[in-house]
């Protein structure tokens, strides 16, 4: 191959790198948003929330060649967020529960008033939503904070629309049922 045929290659690769860069920033600015918020709401930590979407489009960065529908890369990118969440949801529970069996934490006392004994502990949406299974969060999330149909949550998680509504409305009885009563008289 020729120095000439050699520098016209690598001319091509570097205008492609470039494309694709100009591309990402474009998306990076509509979709981080909605992205942060998604995450943010299935993680309730604003910085974990931060560094998954940063760590979501870093992913994207090196497959954005293969995905040729423009439109289809913002799904990309939510699929990608919500798989990340979802990994750091389950090592979470697993660090709590290596915790909780390393210092044998005492159990809290069963009788008496509540809101005297945990008046700092308030139960609101965020604490009730984290409390729901990951499957069902991340249909609350994707449909009710990032207002999504029940088709395009199912494209994301890879499942029916019913599995959909299932989740959805099992989310929505236990969200009811946390949010009804104190924290205490239904789950430890």
Same mark, same amino acid.
């Given at each position: 191959m020729s120095g000439i045929a050699r520098t016209a290659a690598s001319d091509d690769r570097?205008? &492609?790198?470039?494309?694709?860069? $100009?591309?990402? #920033? !474009?998306?990076?600015?509509?979709?981080?948003?909605?992205?942060?918020? %998604? =995450?943010?709401? %299935? @993680?309730?930590?604003?910085?974990?929330?931060?560094?998954?979407? %940063?760590?979501?489009? #870093? +992913?994207?960065? /090196?497959?954005?060649?293969?995905?040729?529908?423009?439109? &289809? $890369? #913002?799904? *990309?990118l939510r699929k990608i967020v919500l798989n990340l969440c979802r990994g750091k949801l389950r090592r979470r529970g697993l660090e709590q529960k290596v915790n909780a069996l390393m210092h044998r934490r005492s159990e809290r006392e069963a009788s008496g008033d509540w809101v005297s004994k945990h008046s700092d502990a308030r139960l609101d949406v965020w604490d009730a939503l984290g409390r729901l299974p990951?499957?069902?969060? =991340?249909?609350?999330?994707?449909? *009710?904070?990032?207002? %999504?149909?029940?088709?395009? !949550?199912?494209?994301? @998680?890879?499942? #029916?629309?019913?599995?959909? +509504? /299932?989740? @959805?409305?099992?989310?929505? +009885?236990?969200?009811?049922? @946390?949010l009804d009563e104190p924290p205490g008289s239904r789950h430890p």
């Open positions: 570097i205008d &492609r790198a470039a494309e694709r860069s $100009r591309e990402l #920033s !474009v998306v990076f600015y509509e979709e981080y948003p909605r992205l942060w918020a %998604m =995450a943010f709401a %299935m @993680l309730g930590d604003v910085h974990l929330a931060e560094e998954t979407v %940063m760590e979501a489009f #870093s +992913k994207a960065f /090196s497959a954005w060649g293969r995905i040729r529908e423009f439109d &289809r $890369r #913002s799904a *990309y990951e499957r069902q969060r =991340a249909c609350v999330v994707l449909r *009710y904070f990032d207002d %999504m149909t029940d088709a395009q !949550v199912a494209e994301i @998680l890879d499942c #029916s629309v019913g599995t959909v +509504k /299932s989740h @959805l409305f099992r989310a929505r +009885k236990t969200l009811a049922d @946390l």
